[in-house]
């Protein structure tokens, strides 16, 4: 009984949710919201009813985790402390009916996050599922790629964009309504089907993400968001220590080199098609439209391929002889000199004005990220620690920096645009402490527990892609509900693998 729930509740998130909508982009942020509560507290409900007829039957429940002497390792524990940030944070705001429930910015209250927390405590208990179920999650994330790509193509045949405004008509893309929504949804389906295609063994399951993964190198660019060149590049230094690990070079190698092939597609279409390719950006995703860079990528990618290939049936023993922790530490160390040495050259030697953090930076977030940090400064002691209740840097903003804001930025936010700072405000740093704590101990979980499945790995990279991209960009209900579902899905199916290897060990 509880599978078939299990798999009806994620046939609805990862087919219907993803491209639902009511008057197109117009209502988008309450219909996803809408959307999320009825779909979860129906599987919290029919889940409650088949562990009522499981007690009546006479079997047992066990969740997963224990009390222990010393739970600080515990993703529930964490899980506990940050809805309970969000409860409190709503008793010291001014204004308890908005941190409640968000009407007046995104609606990412404390019912939300009520929601999130009993989400993850139940699916955390054990989550059986197939890898198959994840094919529906390809077929409307085929969808939504595909309306993204006509749209670029200024064919928009689904007709969201119809009675857009002209100076908003590129800030709305696919089913996803802004780009930077778009964008948060690119960082995990397109780490979930590298993931697919890495690990797992099903050939109708890599054929499928190959096809997945060819899409979605055509839509990063589309998406123009710079969050996603960021959750990306970390879940793929992610996937590159899985695939170490894993024996699985290869894959990853061929993996990526789809990837490069969609972004020459892509580029193709922006040289050849005419389309009104929006080129206000510089640095990666001006590089990546030029068609003698995308052929390198495409190429450098497949001959890296060949030659793992190639080392793994030459050396194929020796190879496996080798020290993997060791070759992953190697990596990790390069990706961090990589990153050190990339801002060095574009801050010191280039000059870019990409690492000079001024109020126009990144879209005017260095603007809303200085106020931010302002505004905890001068906090009261009981604001800085419980923060000032969810949804409040509308507010706040409005309070002590509007007619600054107008004057700087031509709009007024009602969002950090980057979920740590959000969570500092809002939560203060009791809030912010439980979130990091409670990611961080997911994550550890999962990949302890993984057993080398695929679902376990697609579901930590979902993770680690959104939290990427979300130190750019802002919570909502229309991509954020996935961090918390893959969080859920994570754990309950890395504790079958944990019950499955300690049975085998009996």
């Given at each position: 009984?509880?599978?078939?729930?299990?798999?009806?509740?994620?046939?609805?998130?990862?087919?219907?949710y993803?491209?639902?909508?009511?008057?197109?982009?117009?209502?988008?942020?309450?219909?996803?919201?809408?959307?999320?509560?009825?779909?979860?507290c129906?599987?919290?409900?029919?889940?409650?009813?088949?562990?009522?007829?499981?007690?009546?039957?006479?079997?047992?429940?066990?969740?997963?985790?224990?009390?222990?002497?010393?739970p600080?390792?515990?993703p529930?524990?964490?899980?506990?402390?940050?809805?309970?940030?969000?409860f409190?944070?709503?008793?010291?705001?001014?204004?308890?009916r908005?941190a409640?429930?968000?009407?007046?910015?995104?609606?990412?209250?404390?019912?939300?996050?009520?929601?999130?927390?009993?989400?993850?405590?139940?699916?955390?208990?054990?989550?059986?599922?197939?890898?198959?179920?994840?094919?529906?999650?390809?077929?409307?994330?085929?969808?939504?790629?595909?309306v993204?790509?006509?749209?670029?193509m200024?064919i928009?045949f689904m007709?969201?964009?119809?009675?857009?405004?002209?100076?908003?008509?590129n800030?709305?893309?696919?089913?996803?309504?802004?780009?930077?929504?778009?964008?948060g949804?690119?960082?995990v389906?397109?780490?979930?089907?590298?993931?697919?295609?890495i690990?797992?063994?099903?050939?109708?399951?890599?054929?499928?993400?190959?096809?997945?993964?060819?899409?979605?190198?055509m839509?990063?660019?589309?998406?123009?968001?710079?969050s996603?060149?960021?959750?990306?590049?970390?879940?793929?230094?992610?996937?590159?220590?899985l695939?170490?690990?894993?024996?699985?070079?290869?894959?990853f190698?061929?993996?990526?080199?789809?990837?490069a092939?969609?972004?020459?597609?892509?580029?193709?279409?922006?040289?050849?098609?005419?389309t009104?390719?929006?080129k206000k950006?510089?640095?990666?995703?001006?590089?990546?439209?030029r068609?003698?860079?995308?052929?390198l990528?495409?190429?450098?990618?497949?001959l890296a391929?060949?030659?793992?290939?190639?080392?793994?049936?030459?050396?194929?023993?020796k190879?496996?002889?080798i020290?993997?922790?060791?070759?992953i530490?190697?990596?990790?160390?390069?990706?961090?000199?990589?990153?050190?040495?990339?801002?060095?050259?574009?801050?010191?030697?280039?000059g870019s004005?990409?690492?000079?953090?001024?109020?126009?930076?990144?879209?005017y977030?260095?603007?809303?990220?200085t106020?931010?940090?302002?505004?905890?400064?001068?906090?009261?002691?009981?604001?800085?620690?419980?923060?000032?209740?969810?949804?409040?840097?509308?507010?706040?903003m409005?309070?002590?920096?509007?007619?600054?804001m107008i004057?700087?930025t031509h709009?007024?936010?009602?969002?950090?645009?980057c979920e740590l700072?959000q969570?500092?405000?809002?939560?203060?740093?009791?809030g912010?402490?439980?979130?990091?704590?409670?990611?961080?101990t997911?994550?550890?979980?999962?990949w302890?527990?993984?057993n080398?499945?695929?679902v376990?790995?697609?579901?930590?990279?979902?993770?680690i892609?959104?939290?990427?991209?979300?130190?750019?960009?802002l919570?909502?209900?229309?991509?954020?509900?996935f961090?918390?579902?893959?969080?859920?899905?994570?754990?309950?199916?890395?504790?079958?693998?944990k019950?499955a290897?300690?049975?085998?060990?009996?």
């Amino acid at each position: 009984m509880q599978k078939v729930i299990n798999y009806l509740y994620l046939i609805y998130m990862f087919g219907v949710y993803p491209v639902i909508t009511h008057n197109k982009y117009f209502d988008i942020t309450i219909t996803r919201y809408h959307a999320f509560l009825y779909g979860a507290c129906a599987f919290i409900f029919l889940t409650a009813i088949s562990a009522i007829v499981k007690l009546s039957m006479g079997e047992k429940l066990t969740p997963r985790f224990a009390w222990k002497k010393n739970p600080i390792g515990e993703p529930e524990l964490w899980v506990l402390l940050f809805l309970l940030a969000n409860f409190v944070s709503a008793i010291v705001t001014d204004d308890p009916r908005e941190a409640m429930f968000g009407e007046q910015s995104r609606h990412m209250g404390v019912l939300i996050y009520f929601v999130f927390a009993v989400m993850i405590l139940v699916m955390s208990g054990g989550f059986e599922v197939a890898e198959e179920i994840f094919l529906v999650f390809a077929a409307s994330s085929a969808y939504a790629y595909i309306v993204a790509i006509f749209q670029h193509m200024e064919i928009d045949f689904m007709h969201y964009k119809d009675n857009i405004k002209k100076d908003l008509y590129n800030k709305f893309i696919s089913t996803f309504g802004n780009i930077n929504m778009f964008a948060g949804f690119l960082c995990v389906s397109i780490p979930i089907f590298l993931a697919m295609f890495i690990f797992s063994k099903k050939l109708y399951m890599r054929i499928t993400a190959g096809v997945l993964i060819t899409m979605g190198g055509m839509v990063i660019m589309i998406s123009n968001s710079d969050s996603v060149y960021v959750g990306l590049a970390v879940a793929t230094v992610v996937l590159l220590v899985l695939a170490i690990k894993e024996g699985y070079v290869g894959h990853f190698m061929f993996g990526y080199s789809f990837l490069a092939l969609g972004n020459l597609f892509l580029t193709l279409i922006n040289t050849y098609a005419h389309t009104r390719y929006d080129k206000k950006r510089g640095g990666l995703a001006l590089a990546l439209n030029r068609i003698d860079v995308a052929v390198l990528f495409v190429v450098f990618m497949a001959l890296a391929t060949v030659v793992v290939y190639l080392l793994r049936k030459v050396y194929g023993d020796k190879i496996a002889k080798i020290n993997k922790k060791a070759i992953i530490i190697a990596v990790i160390v390069c990706a961090a000199l990589f990153g050190i040495a990339f801002f060095i050259y574009g801050a010191f030697i280039r000059g870019s004005s990409l690492f000079k953090l001024n109020y126009k930076w990144g879209s005017y977030r260095g603007y809303i990220w200085t106020k931010m940090v302002e505004l905890f400064r001068d906090a009261s002691p009981i604001n800085k620690i419980f923060g000032h209740g969810n949804e409040s840097v509308r507010t706040l903003m409005n309070t002590y920096y509007y007619t600054e804001m107008i004057s700087v930025t031509h709009m007024a936010y009602d969002n950090a645009h980057c979920e740590l700072l959000q969570y500092l405000i809002c939560n203060g740093i009791f809030g912010l402490v439980a979130y990091v704590g409670m990611i961080v101990t997911s994550i550890a979980y999962i990949w302890k527990n993984a057993n080398g499945k695929p679902v376990a790995y697609m579901s930590l990279v979902a993770i680690i892609g959104y939290l990427g991209q979300s130190l750019l960009s802002l919570n909502q209900p229309i991509s954020t509900p996935f961090l918390f579902l893959f969080i859920g899905l994570g754990l309950g199916y890395a504790t079958i693998q944990k019950k499955a290897i300690e049975t085998e060990a009996k």
